[in-house]
């Protein structure tokens, strides 16, 4: 059986401040979203979607290694609603796109019951006004979206870190695992 090929997404949810981001280098490729790179520039790829995102990364580029991934217009739609995508659904197509079959997703607190579910590390900051933000209608559709995407590649494993004590959404697909944050923390540092 051949060994897998480890994707870590880092999405920009509130949980993901738990993990020194450093820990993850040479752990698998590392494909990060929209404005990561303004307080860790080590990912291998930093995904957006967003004109002003796109924008802003544009005029800091090069990103010390980083490449940057902005997909065409047409691929930052989700293919069942046609509603805007996120960079995160974005960044695990490329990652399996480019083979990668173990995905580790950190940051994706939509995945998270109440008020913990809408946080976001760049709140109020540049490009993340508060016209920019998801509500709790936003999540319900990028969870429903969400599940669509992982039951549609059944030969990837999707495995999204959570805090420890959190309430989490269920999706119904087999390839999707929830694992907690100490576990994670712990697989890291073995």
Known sequence: MAESKVGIIIGNG???KAINLDDLLDKGTIFGCNALYRDWNKADYLVAIDERMIDEIQTRLPLRGTQAIFPPEEERYEETTGRRNNAGMVAMREAIKQGHDMLYCLGFDFLLGGKDSLG??????KNYEP???SNMNDNYNRMKYLEWFVCQNKDVNFIF?????AETKSCECENIIGMKMSTFLNKLNN
């Open 161 to 165: 870190v959570v805090p420890d004590d």
């Open 120 to 125: 976001n590390v760049y709140k109020d900051s």
């Open 131 to 133: 016209h920019t933000q």
């Open 14 to 16: 509130l949980s993901r």
